[in-house]
């Protein structure tokens, strides 16, 4: 008999990964908003830039980055401080950072539709492979 508590998490669909960024996405352009921060296209660009850089280095072993955020624990933590990392931003006046932070996210929207549209294949189809 099969123990369901033995068996790996599933991971999140494409879809459930773009709601949590829409979601995060959304909190980020509101603290922008509220808080008048400039948005710097350089910042922007980092941002952008640290999502395709991190989705290179998943394409790389795709199997683990998905068992890993598989992980309800990993999702959460990783919202919690992207969260944490923003207020403390906005209070230590490192505003950039939570521009930075939309920019990221706003790419990695982008890259999902990309991806669901079939315009550009996946992550992991962006290397070779270790």
């Known amino acids: 008999m099969d123990d369901e508590r033995s068996a790996p998490p ?8 773009g709601a949590l960024a ?4 959304v909190l980020a352009v509101a603290v922008i908003r ?20 991190f989705e290179l280095l ?3 072993d795709p199997e683990r980055v998905r068992r890993v955020w598989a992980r309800r624990g990993v ?12 207020v403390l931003a906005v ?7 939570v521009v930075a932070g939309a920019g990221a996210l706003g790419c990695y929207l982008i ?8 315009i550009v294949p996946p992550p992991e189809s962006w290397t070779d492979g270790p």
């Open 111 to 118: 890259v999902l539709a990309l991806v669901a549209w079939g």
């Open 10 to 17: 599933e991971p999140p669909t494409r879809l459930a990964d």
């Open 75 to 86: 999702r959460a933590a990783v919202v919690g401080v992207a969260l944490a990392l923003g």
């Open 22 to 25: 829409a979601a995060v996405l």
């Open 34 to 53: 509220i808080t008048r921060i400039d948005v710097s296209p350089s910042a922007i660009l980092l941002g952008a830039g640290s999502t395709v850089g």
């Open 91 to 97: 209070v230590v006046r490192a505003a950039w950072f």
């Open 58 to 60: 998943a394409g790389r």
